[in-house]
């Protein structure tokens, strides 16, 4: 931007001092200072006399004194009688489980629609467009209550469960499903799990080198996928095929035993994923747009299959369209998980909800939660940034 | 996509040719085509016919639950018995001609703003002005007007107003954030940043929290601003943050030269602003503006966790009634299907505005 150059006009109305640009800036910026200092001023002032004639201490002393509610899931072990920062540490895993699972379900989802979208097949490419319209057009919020709906009026009650050969139960309740009880045989089946994955990363990055070095594919998708379900197999049954698991049956009004997957946590997951991943579709398709029709000719013409063109023509070029307003659809999807609290799941909005209400803690509470906020849109930023940097075009830096 | 090329044995001038050549090239075309095709069908087979037959064939448009009960379908029946509790909240019933005619003025308010011919500088004005003609027709008091206190406003016009108001009245802010933003005064860029950056960053809901739990505590002893005033302040300063870097994104997509052909004329700042560069930057932003609108209406919706009427809560209300609780799949249908008539005319007219407005500049 380029300022007016006042010095080459020689009237003399504009050498009054006031007309110096320098002193103008100076001047203005002087000004905004002291109204943003005079407005945090009036509203600090205002807040501790406020929090004075209601006696609430400030200060995060809070967090150490006994919470006395309960959250009703937990990845970490909590009981009403922890501290507050027991529970908004609670409230924070729930937070990032919801976020990590929310992200990778949509983005397989968004996928998914944004290329059936595209796809030749004109039923398939019409359904995904009207599950596009369909989900973009409605408030989020619609669809968590209404997933939040169909489970608890909808499904039946524990005692007439949807059952799946007496292992998986599927009510009001949330779905109930048999847990793998930790002994020896099923830290060794988990281990061979992780060797194989690291064993596949290895695989990918010297089938890669190879292909770059000599032109020769390896076939590093079917290579990993033997490693990944193989070697846990086979040490099922080195370790006598035997594994124990902690089945769920009904006692009461509600079933024992297994691990569960609450109808809070359901709603909220399926809920948020539908949604987000529409716009994701949208940017998908884009991006596919984006590269031009041209290049898939191009790749055809080369004799590439129709896969081997989207994975090594397309989807590399697309994903520099793709990635930053994906970024902001990932911030989305997070920014929007605090609609928990309408559904009753306790995620960290909601303890802190809980926590303000009981304590009268508000400025405390409502800091915690913008600073987790703000700290989880850098820190997602910063990983999409440098993901970003490595899909961008080399040497145009 | 090149013209299909259509098999000998259909070419024939047959009725079914042409469908069938049609079928062909778009459902049938491979193997791996045409299991997507059956796969499709599939769904389609599992998921419309017993959609139609719940929703049209067994169902029961007036009457009470238990006809719906002994019917099997759909229970419209909620909705010639709801509807003007979701449409209208608890607002007087006797008086629910004034939100009636509030929702009108904002549908007329949205046709204008959306015809280019009333793209002029008055716009933002006339808006305003309806904008308070719905605050005297909703809150009364005035003109033999019975008042209305705003604690019982709900459903539809409650939407429309946090949105609406929420997009007008935060339109000034947003501009002059976005000019701050690209200000040459180091001071002024970076409170800008700030403001912009921090409300980006966190989530609507925590700053309805913030308006409904924190405000009280910002103000001075005896100062009160009722729940949906706050609620709409907490709006406007959130939406200005997005606004404000749309409208910077239209400031970065006018050259440089208009910059400096304003400057070399001798205009000040802000008649370089307000006579050149505005004029051209707000029009490329209009679609991703209508974007922006888009949103804003739709997450209206959250005023409910702070406890406003507004239609996703007053449907919610209208639900909560024991012998319709079952019946909730035709409540929240109802709602989706308002929200998704105002946000699809909304997108294709965003689409409509960018094809019409990329006439000019888009080269082919």
Known sequence: ?397 | MAEPSVPQSFAADGLLSRPIAWARTNLFKSPGNTVLTLVAAWVLWLLLPPLINWALVKATWVGDPAACRAAGGACWGLVTEKYRLILFGIYPYDEQWRPFSAVLLFIGMILMAANPRFWKPWLGAALTAGLVIVAVLMWGGVLGLPPVSDDRWGGLPLTLILSIAGIVLSFPLAVVLALGRRSQLPAVRAWCVVYIELWRGVPLISVLFMASIMFPLFMPEGVTIDKLLRAQLGIILFTAAYLAEIVRGGLQAISQGQYEAADSIGLTYWQKMRLVILPQALKVVIPPLVGQFITTFKDTSLVIIIGLYDLLSSTKVALSDPQWRAFYVEGFVVAALIYFVFSYVMSQYSQYLERRLSAGVRRQ
């Open chain 1, 1 to 397: 931007m380029v300022e007016p150059v006042s010095s080459s006009v020689s009237s003399a109305e504009f050498h009054h001092w006031w007309n110096n640009e320098r002193f103008r800036g100076v001047l203005y910026q002087l000004l905004l200072m002291a109204a943003v200092v005079a407005i945090g001023w009036f509203l600090v002032a205002n807040t501790l006399t406020n929090l004075n004639a209601r006696h609430i201490a400030t200060g995060f002393g809070f967090l150490d004194r006994e919470a006395g509610f309960g959250i009703s899931e937990h990845l970490i072990s909590y009981m009403p009688s922890d501290s507050y920062l027991r529970a908004f540490e609670a409230g924070l895993l729930n937070t990032l489980e919801i976020s990590v699972l929310g992200i990778v379900l949509t983005t397989l989802l968004g996928v998914v629609m944004g290329v059936a979208r595209l796809s030749t097949n004109w039923l398939v490419a019409k359904l995904a467009s009207a599950y596009v319209e369909a989900m973009r057009n409605v408030p989020v919020l619609l669809l968590l209550l209404f997933c939040y709906s169909v489970i608890t009026v909808s499904l039946p009650l524990s005692r007439n469960a949807f059952n799946l050969f007496d292992r998986v139960f599927l009510s009001n309740r949330g779905l109930r499903v048999p847990s793998l009880i930790w002994d020896e045989n099923a830290v060794v089946v988990v281990t061979a799990f992780l060797v194989g994955l690291l064993i596949s990363v290895g695989l990918a990055i010297w089938a890669r080198r190879r292909q770059d070095r000599t032109g020769q594919e390896f076939p590093v998708v079917w290579g990993s996928l033997g490693l990944l379900f193989g070697l846990p197999v086979l040490a099922f049954l080195a370790m006598g095929a035997s594994l124990s698991f902690d089945v769920p049956h009904l006692a009461g009004f509600n079933f024992a035993g297994g691990s569960t997957l609450s109808p809070e946590f359901a709603a909220l997951l399926v809920g948020l994923v539908i949604y987000t991943g529409a716009f994701v579709a949208e940017i998908v398709r884009s991006g596919i747009l984006a590269v031009s029709y041209g290049q898939t000719e191009a790749a055809l013409a080369l004799g590439l299959s129709r896969m081997q063109v989207l994975r090594l023509v397309i989807l590399p070029q697309s994903l520099r369209v793709i990635i930053p307003p994906l970024t902001s659809q990932y911030l989305n999807l997070v920014k929007n998980s605090p609609l928990a609290v309408a559904i009753g799941f306790p995620d960290l909005v909601s303890v802190a909800n809980t926590a303000i209400n009981q304590t009268g803690q508000a400025v405390e509470g409502v800091t915690i939660i913008m600073g987790v906020y703000l700290a989880i849109s850098l820190i997602l930023s910063f990983v999409m940034n440098w993901y970003n940097k490595r899909v961008a075009l080399r040497g145009g830096r």
